[in-house]
């Protein structure tokens, strides 16, 4: 169970308005240039997020905070109403039945099997999509969702979903502003977190407004300035949410890799998430 409440990915968007959200990259900033040796440094610095090694590091980053676990793969079978006003909470990624794309992984799930315990309750996640209505579900979906999730068919429906709407959306912005593999995390939490989008409190705008205050790598700036505007952005969106006060995911997470130089995400890694304490070896 998450210890902090995830926002509205998409308010009360339909569920192909999330598969039409698209990350644009605004102008440049007018921030100062920065150091010529810090626009080399950033730019060495641009790394891979989705090499398996590393892709795994971010996975239990994210479950870290989302989960209190490491055990990122124990979430599949993971379903309940933490009382967000979203409606049911479930899977790896905390697809939500009142945000979309919940009922965009099912959809993608029965296309690919379509005799499945999930399949019958389409109608009623499209009826609840927008609310957090239970209509239609309840504890015999819940126990579904369980079912479902002990095959590999809805396992990979899972994880499809979480990199066609998160990750990959997040790694390739990344690399297009020149950032590390640290970088990119940054915006992959962000995103699960806050959802896609232009919006002065999602993924996009929180990068916008990273970008008046200090240029990416990709514009000749230096990264570490970059992420520090990037949170701080952060900070102040996820403040509006008391759900989301406690900023240790990026205070004693993302900044302390950041003070330590560690954009490459190696090991051994250690942080604070919400006071509990982690390590990756």
């Known amino acids: 169970m998450s210890k902090k409440l ?12 999330v598969a039409a959200l698209v990350i644009t990259t605004p102008a440049l900033s007018s921030a100062a240039p920065a150091p010529l040796a810090a626009q080399s440094a950033s730019v060495k610095a641009t790394g891979d997020l989705s090499v398996a090694a590393k892709k795994e590091i971010a996975m239990k980053l994210v479950s870290s905070a ?10 599949y079978k993971y379903i309940e109403d933490i009382g967000d ?12 039945s009142g945000t979309g794309d919940m009922l965009e992984l099912v959809e993608a799930y029965t296309n ?45 429906a899972q994880n499809n979903e979480r990199d066609r709407v998160y990750f990959n959306p997040a790694v390739s912005q990344g690399k297009t502003d020149g950032l590390s593999n640290l970088g990119q995390f940054a915006y992959y939490d962000a995103i699960v ?30 990264e570490a300035t970059y992420l520090k505007a990037f949170f701080a952005a952060r900070k102040v969106i996820m403040k509006q ?6 900023t240790s995911r990026v205070d004693t997470e993302q900044l302390v890799f950041l003070n330590a130089g560690n954009f490459d995400l190696h090991t051994p890694l250690k942080w604070k998430v919400y006071g509990d304490s982690y390590t990756i070896n």
């Open 112 to 156: 690919a099997v379509p005799d499945n315990p999930l399949a019958k309750y389409l109608p009623a996640l499209r009826k609840v999509n927008g609310t957090d209505s239970h209509s239609g579900l309840g504890s015999a979906f819940e126990s579904a969702w369980k079912q479902a999730a002990a095959t590999t068919a809805f396992q990979t």
């Open 85 to 96: 006003g979203r409606g049911y909470t479930a899977g790896i990624i905390g697809f939500c």
């Open 66 to 75: 989302e989960n209190s676990s490491l055990d990122w793969k124990a979430q």
């Open 241 to 246: 949410e008391e759900a989301h006060a406690d």
């Open 193 to 222: 977190m806050h959802g896609p989008g232009d919006s002065s409190d999602s993924f996009g705008g929180i990068r916008k407004a990273a970008m008046k205050k200090a240029k990416t790598p990709a514009q000749g700036g230096d």
């Open 6 to 17: 995830r926002p509205v990915l998409i308010g009360a968007l339909g569920a192909a308005s």
